[in-house]
């Protein structure tokens, strides 16, 4: 359920804490289960959210079982989402565990920009959000000025920089330089209580002159949906949208209680 004048954004805390949670999902899948299973279609729209935002996977649909002893990939019939699947599967139908790590980077991309993995209406140039960001994940830099700005500065210096480092390795061309889930994890578990915030940083104020001038036409979203469930209980989706540019904070109407 949307309303018309959109949701406030996500707080960062609540965003990297959604992050941990999928991550955890996919760990699960690849690491965990009695039988490894790839998930093959990662996504924003598939990772559900209860009242406190613990995030849990849905819809296994398009799942299939991990190839077994020295195999290294499953060869199948492409399917997935248009944005979120890895090149390398949509090339050659090699399907991997590193598949999904490739779509948690997008989504983790996301979560970062606010933006939409594919979205048409914005800029030539924009279009693709892993081709449009790509070039600055790892610019300490340069990289704030991909950051979601209706977040305004109230997001954690060294946390950004270790979730776009982290999103880069996902999105490795190259399937075997991408980390495990595991591994992911273990990474992004401290990221949800780091307090250090950018809105003090010069170089963050810096970096937001330089993007008002020359990426006029940036507005950013990331929303949640409202699902109904049987029980009465609802649960959302996490996933993006474009709507004006709104903060979380004070001056505004609530918005989801950070992460302590």
């Not at 960001?133 to 920089?161: N, T």
């Not at 061309?173 to 991408?178: E, L």
Request: with cysteine; hydrophobic share 35%; net charge positive.
């Amino acid at each position: 359920m949307f309303y018309d004048e959109g949701p406030l954004p996500l707080p960062w805390s609540i965003r990297m804490k959604i992050a941990l949670g999928a991550a955890k999902g996919l760990a699960f899948l690849h690491e965990g289960a009695q039988r490894p299973v790839i998930y093959r279609d990662f996504k924003t729209s598939n990772i559900l959210l209860d009242a406190e935002y613990n995030a849990k996977l849905s819809d296994f649909g398009l799942a299939k079982d991990a190839p077994e002893g020295e195999k290294t990939h499953v060869s199948t019939r492409v399917m997935g989402t248009y944005g979120y699947a890895a090149p390398e599967y949509v090339m050659t139908g090699h399907l991997s565990s590193k598949s999904d790590v490739y779509s948690f980077g997008v989504v983790l991309l996301e979560m970062l920009t606010g933006r939409r993995a594919i979205d048409k209406k914005r800029p030539k140039g924009e279009h693709n959000l892993v081709e449009w960001a790509r070039p600055v994940l790892g610019d300490r830099r340069m990289f704030y000025r991909i950051i979601d700005p209706r977040l305004e500065g109230h997001f954690s210096v060294k946390g950004s920089q270790k979730a776009a480092q982290l999103a880069s390795q996902c999105l490795s061309r190259d399937p075997k330089s991408r980390p495990l889930m595991s591994e992911i994890v273990q990474a992004l578990k401290p990221l949800p209580n780091l307090k250090d915030m950018a809105i003090s940083s010069h170089q963050f104020k810096i970096a937001r002159v330089d993007r008002t001038m020359s990426m006029p036409n940036s507005k950013n979203g990331i929303r949640t949906d409202i699902v109904s469930l049987p029980k009465g209980q609802p649960k959302r989706t996490l996933s993006s949208s474009h709507y004006g540019h709104a903060s979380p904070y004070p001056r505004h109407s609530k918005s989801p209680k950070p992460i302590a």
